[in-house]
């Protein structure tokens, strides 16, 4: 090992030391979000040994679906294992980011190369604005995207600047990694391509043509799993009101990576049109890129193409449910921090040793901060309902959150500010009543379940719950109505035909109609949490 390659090591040493450090709170955390669809709902990633099960969940993601079937076949449910891979994980994207960092200094003839690199991937890895990727274990896709591309992207200035050809062909193998990893790295083959005109300034046609069949090949590959080439859900919004939105949004990304302040996971960035607000920041984004083309600097322009080539599948023409969320600027953002750091490297080195140190350390303290609010669902929208105060999904999922956590009479409180809000969401209703009823309160939870019947009269759940409530106070007849009413909009609602045929079994002595219901549930419910009691409810009722 010569001294280059030994002080490469020892950089990479100090960053994953660093990572660890930072990253020590998180490690405690429990599963959030979206974990209780993507991990813990996900039936799957049980099934380690049927893997074909595991890849047709999602034919897009097989990858980090498998690390999911991974972990949970050494650890089950347990978040720590699943938090720990995730703080491995991003030690050693910092490797990868030093490492890419590293190979464009030296192509581009930085005197203090591996400082460079070393200072950006640092700056990048302590940055809060990836707390969303790391610290939520459903950001993996986000983390396992990022190894894939910056080794893709190494691999390739290594190729393009020295003409490995074995180089080449890991470069485009590790993409097609990333590819079954997350979406965002369809963007790869561009990538290549930005690094040959602005970076090396050597350009190999031919070495490009597997990158244009292999889109050809991903995009027939979903049309021919999924039946479509984007997505066969209705569009969340209009595509020019997601393209203005989208402009707006990406600046917010810029002002976060910039400074950190206001971060949540659910930042309730309005839908627009084109307005001044908008028309501006989409100009702007248009004159910088516009400059980054004519310039042409290795450096600056490299990292603003590819910052936003790295966002373009999540924040240009595909409407996704949020307009915004912190984990899709992860990879990203060190294209930011390389930039940022290139400039300040201009400094005397002790200068720019104290600036990083100085920039690294107040970046460090954000993260441990933000890793923190990360821990627990409450901890998580209590935050998001403090920064978004006029939001009523925010207020909604804090009352969820409180719910779950039987903290009953703050629930209560923030589902009320949620339909305060939106008086028209009958969800903040349902569950208000729901929170309502667990504190005694059945006068307080009927006036909210009944209000959720006047925003949608075919609200199944609330009519269920008045059912349920009707029972429990020993009016069985009034009872009954409400669950036949459920059937009547949703005839295998679940809920409603257990508590009809333990009305009709046990308080109408209607056996015959109790034994039609509960052969419904048994039919069409057997994933509900009240299977085992409605199968006693059937042995008591027949013998």
Not at 266 to 272: I, K, L, N, R, S
Not at 327 to 355: N, Y
Not at 453 to 481: I, M, W
Not at 490 to 507: D, F, K, Q, S, V
Request: charged share 20%; net charge neutral; aromatic share 12%.
């Amino acid at each position: 090992m010569n001294r280059d390659e030994a002080r490469r090591w020892l950089a990479f040493a100090v960053l994953a030391a660093v990572v660890l450090l930072i990253y020590a709170n998180a490690l405690s955390g429990e599963f959030t979000y979206d974990d209780k669809v993507e991990v813990i709902g996900n039936k799957t990633i049980r099934m380690l040994e049927r893997w074909r099960l595991v890849f047709d969940y999602n034919v897009s993601r097989p990858v980090t679906l498998f690390s999911y079937a991974l972990n949970f076949r050494y650890a089950g449910y347990e978040p720590f294992s699943y938090h720990l891979v995730d703080v491995l994980l991003h030690a050693l994207n910092a490797g990868l980011a030093l490492l890419l960092g590293h190979s464009l200094a030296r192509v581009l003839r930085h005197e203090r190369p591996l400082w460079t690199a070393a200072a950006a991937a640092l700056v990048w890895a302590v940055h809060p604005l990836n707390t969303e990727a790391v610290s939520y274990v459903t950001g993996r896709s986000e983390q396992l995207t990022a190894t894939w591309v910056f080794l893709s992207l190494f691999l390739w200035v290594r190729f393009s600047s020295e003409g490995d050809w074995r180089a080449w062909a890991g470069a485009w193998a590790v993409a097609v990694l990333g590819a079954f990893t997350k979406e965002v790295a369809i963007v790869l083959p561009v990538g290549f391509l930005l690094i040959d005109l602005l970076v090396t300034r050597k350009l190999r046609w031919q070495a490009h043509i597997p990158g244009f069949l292999g889109l050809l090949a991903f995009f027939w590959h979903r049309y021919d799993s999924y039946g479509h080439l984007i997505s066969a859900l209705p569009a969340q919004r209009p595509l020019d009101v997601q393209l203005w939105t989208q402009g707006e949004v990406v600046w917010r990304y810029l002002a976060l990576s910039v400074l950190p302040w206001g971060q949540s996971v659910f930042h309730e960035h309005p839908e627009t049109g084109l307005t001044l607000r908008s028309g501006l920041a989409a100009l702007g984004l248009v004159a910088v890129t516009g400059l980054a083309i004519w310039r042409r600097h290795p450096v600056y322009s490299t990292a603003w193409l590819l910052f936003l080539l790295v966002l373009a599948p999540s924040s240009s023409f595909v409407a996704l449910k949020e307009t915004m969320a912190e984990h899709r600027v992860h990879i990203s953002l060190w294209m930011l921090c390389f930039a940022g750091v290139w400039a300040l490297s201009r400094l005397p080195l002790r200068r720019f040793q104290g600036a990083v140190a100085a920039l690294g350390l107040v970046l460090a303290v954000l993260t441990v901060q933000r890793n923190q609010v990360w821990a627990n669902e409450v901890a998580l929208w209590g935050d998001a309902a403090s920064v978004n105060p006029e939001s009523c999904e925010a207020w909604y999922g804090y009352g969820d959150a409180l719910y779950k956590a039987r903290e009953l009479e703050d629930a209560t409180r923030a589902y009320a500010r949620a339909t305060e809000l939106c008086p028209d969401n009958a969800n903040a209703w349902n569950n208000l009543g729901r929170a309502e009823a667990t504190l005694g309160h059945d006068a307080k939870a009927e006036q909210a379940w009944k209000q959720a019947l006047r925003v949608s009269p075919s609200y199944c759940r609330a009519h269920s719950n008045l059912g349920q409530l009707k029972a429990r106070g020993g009016d069985f007849l009034e009872a009954e109505t409400w669950f036949q009413t459920a059937l009547v909009y949703c005839p295998r609602n679940c809920r409603a035909h257990a508590m009809l045929g333990r009305l009709y079994g046990w308080n109408l002595d209607e056996k015959a109609n109790a034994q039609a219901h509960f052969e419904v549930y048994l039919e069409h419910c057997e994933t509900d949490a009240q299977i085992e009691d409605v199968r006693q409810w059937v042995m008591e009722l027949t013998w």
